[in-house]
C-alpha cells in the first residue's frame, strides 16, 4: 500500500494566485480529512468527508477556502485566492470504517504564499 | 469540551533516560486515546493507542499509561534514543473523529 499520497510536495504562489492541494487516500478508507499545521495553532482540522460527502467543514477558516471529494480515490483543496497568512503545512488523512485504528497521514503539502 | 490539553510543549532528555509527555481531556465520552509521532518533513504517524477499559499498555519502549478517573494519559518512552527526537501529539476520539493535543517537541541529547 502506498499510504495516503499528497500532491505537491512545496507549493510557493504568489498572493492572489490560486492554489490546489492533491489527495489521494489509501484504497479503501471511506473517510478522509484535510488538516493544516502551523507552528501557533498546531494541527487544525479544517473538513472531513465520510463516503465522499462532507460532513463537517466548520474548520474552514473562509469562503476562499473550498474542498471537493468527486469519488473516493482522489480530493483537493483549493484556497482561491491565496494569502501570505495561508502559508502552513497542509494534511490529508484517511480512515477506515472497519476495524478502526485511527488516521494515516499523508506527508502534507507545504504551502508557502509571498 | 472537546479539548485535549498536553504537556510539556518541549522536552529535553539524555540518552537512556525516560521522556514522560501528559495529556488531559474533559469529554468522557472519548473512547480512544492514540499517540502519534512526527518527525521534520513528515507527517504525523500511530505510534501507540490505548482504549479507556485498560489502564497500561505497553509496545517496546513506549507505554501509555490510562487514569479514567482523572481523565489523564500520558506517554512514557524507555531508553529514550536521539532517533526517537521527533514531536509527539496525544490525541482523544470520539464516534472516530480524533481531537489532538498541541504536541510536545522531544530532543533526545547523545
Known amino acids: 500500500d502506498a499510504g495516503v499520497i499528497q500532491s505537491p510536495r512545496h507549493e510557493v504562489t504568489e498572493m492572489g494566485q490560486e492554489v490546489t492541494l492533491r489527495c489521494k487516500p489509501i484504497?479503501?478508507?471511506?473517510?478522509l480529512f484535510w488538516y493544516r499545521q502551523t507552528m501557533m495553532r498546531g494541527l487544525e482540522l479544517l473538513i472531513y468527508?465520510?463516503?465522499?460527502?462532507?460532513?463537517?467543514d466548520s474548520g474552514m477558516p473562509e469562503d476562499r477556502f473550498s474542498a471537493k471529494m468527486p469519488n473516493a480515490s482522489f480530493s483537493t483543496l483549493k484556497i482561491q485566492p491565496s494569502e501570505p497568512r495561508d502559508s502552513a503545512v497542509y494534511f490529508c488523512?484517511?480512515?477506515?470504517?472497519?476495524?478502526?485504528?485511527?488516521?494515516?497521514f499523508g506527508s502534507g503539502t507545504r504551502l508557502t504564499v509571498v | 469540551q472537546q479539548q485535549v490539553k498536553q504537556s510539556p510543549q518541549s522536552l529535553i532528555v539524555q540518552k537512556g533516560g525516560i521522556s514522560i509527555i501528559n495529556c488531559a481531556y474533559e469529554?468522557?465520552?472519548?473512547?480512544?486515546f492514540p499517540w502519534y509521532q512526527q518527525f521534520p518533513g513528515k507527517g504525523p504517524a500511530l505510534l501507540i493507542a490505548?482504549?479507556?477499559?485498560?489502564s497500561e499498555k505497553k509496545e517496546g519502549r513506549f507505554t501509555i499509561s490510562f487514569n479514567k478517573s482523572a481523565k489523564q494519559f500520558s506517554l512514557h518512552i524507555m531508553d529514550s534514543q536521539p532517533g526517537d527526537s521527533a514531536t509527539y501529539f496525544c490525541?482523544?476520539?470520539?464516534?472516530?473523529?480524533?481531537?489532538f493535543g498541541s504536541g510536545t517537541q522531544l530532543t533526545v541529547l547523545p
Open positions: 469529554n468522557t465520552a472519548f473512547d480512544y
Open positions: 490505548i482504549r479507556p477499559d485498560v
Open positions: 468527508f465520510n463516503n465522499n460527502v462532507p460532513i463537517d
Open positions: 490525541a482523544a476520539s470520539y464516534s472516530r473523529q480524533l481531537t
Open positions: 484504497s479503501g478508507h471511506n473517510s
Open positions: 488523512a484517511s480512515s477506515s470504517q472497519g476495524a478502526w485504528g485511527g488516521y494515516t
